[in-house]
C-alpha cells in the first residue's frame, strides 16, 4: 500500500488561492484517477490519466487542472479554490492484467475557508 | 447516464446477524463490478470482483443480470465489519475508469 503516496494529508486554505495535492506512485501504473468523496455524492471523478501526457476530464472536472509529465505523478491543482472544494481528495493508479482494480492513496482533507 | 445506486446511505445491524448490502447498475452487457471497502481512518481497498468468485473476509456478492444487482451479503456480520462500502462498476471502453456508488455506511452494533 505504501506504493501509492499522497502530499499534504491535510491542507487548510482561503477562497482565491492557488493550491496543488500530490500524488505519487512507485508501481509504475499508466492510468491514474482523482476523486472527490464528498458525503451523499460518494467518490466522483475529476480527472483521469492513461499515461504521461494524457489527461482526460472525469464527471466533475471544473475549477480543477492536472498534469502528468511522469508517469508516476499525477498532480491536482484547484486553480482558485472555492468553498464547495473542501472534501476529502483521493488519487488512485490501476494497471497490468487486473486493469479495472483501482489502488488508491491515503487520501487527502482539504479545507477552504 | 451510467449509474450505480446504493439505495441504503446507513445499514445497522446486531454482531452474528446477516448483511447484506444493496447495489444496482445500468451499465448493460457484463460490466465488471467490484466492492470496495473503507475502514475508519484509512483507505479505499478492494473487498472483491465478481470475476473472481471468491469470498473476502466471509464477504461474497452475486451477480444478477437480470435485476442488474451485485448485493454483497455475509451470513454473520462481526464489529470489524464496521465499514463504508462502496459500490462500483466499470464504464466500458478502454479507460479503465470505475463508476462509484455513493456508499453505505455497516454499523455493526455488539
Known amino acids: 500500500d505504501a506504493g501509492i503516496t499522497q502530499s499534504p494529508r491535510y491542507k487548510i486554505t482561503e477562497t482565491g488561492r492557488q493550491v496543488t495535492l500530490m500524488c505519487h506512485q512507485t508501481?509504475?501504473?499508466?492510468?491514474m484517477f482523482w476523486y472527490r468523496q464528498d458525503l451523499g455524492h460518494g467518490l466522483r471523478l475529476i480527472y483521469y490519466?492513461?499515461?504521461?501526457?494524457?489527461?482526460d476530464k472525469g464527471e466533475v472536472p471544473d475549477g480543477y487542472v492536472v498534469s502528468r509529465s511522469k508517469t508516476e505523478n499525477f498532480p491536482l491543482t484547484l486553480e482558485s479554490a472555492t468553498r464547495s472544494q473542501t472534501s476529502v481528495y483521493f488519487c488512485?493508479?490501476?494497471?497490468?492484467?487486473?486493469?479495472?482494480?483501482?489502488?488508491f492513496g491515503p487520501g487527502t482533507r482539504l479545507t477552504v475557508t | 447516464a451510467q449509474r450505480v445506486t446504493q439505495p441504503e446511505k446507513l445499514l445497522s445491524v446486531f454482531k452474528g446477524a446477516p448483511v447484506e448490502l444493496k447495489c444496482n447498475y445500468s451499465y448493460s452487457g457484463s460490466p465488471e463490478l467490484f466492492w470496495y471497502v473503507q475502514y475508519s481512518r484509512q483507505r479505499l481497498q478492494l473487498l472483491l470482483r465478481h470475476i473472481s468468485r471468491e469470498s473476502i473476509k466471509g464477504f461474497t456478492a452475486d451477480l444478477n443480470k437480470g435485476e442488474t444487482s451485485f448485493h454483497l451479503k455475509k451470513p454473520f456480520a462481526q464489529e470489524e465489519d464496521s465499514a463504508m462500502y462502496y459500490c462500483a462498476s466499470e464504464t466500458g471502453g478502454a479507460t479503465n475508469k470505475l463508476i462509484f456508488g455513493t456508499g453505505t455506511l455497516l454499523a455493526v452494533q455488539p
Open positions: 490519466s492513461a499515461a504521461a501526457d494524457i489527461t
Open positions: 488512485a493508479s490501476s494497471d497490468g492484467d487486473r486493469a479495472r482494480e483501482q489502488y
Open positions: 508501481w509504475s501504473h499508466s492510468y
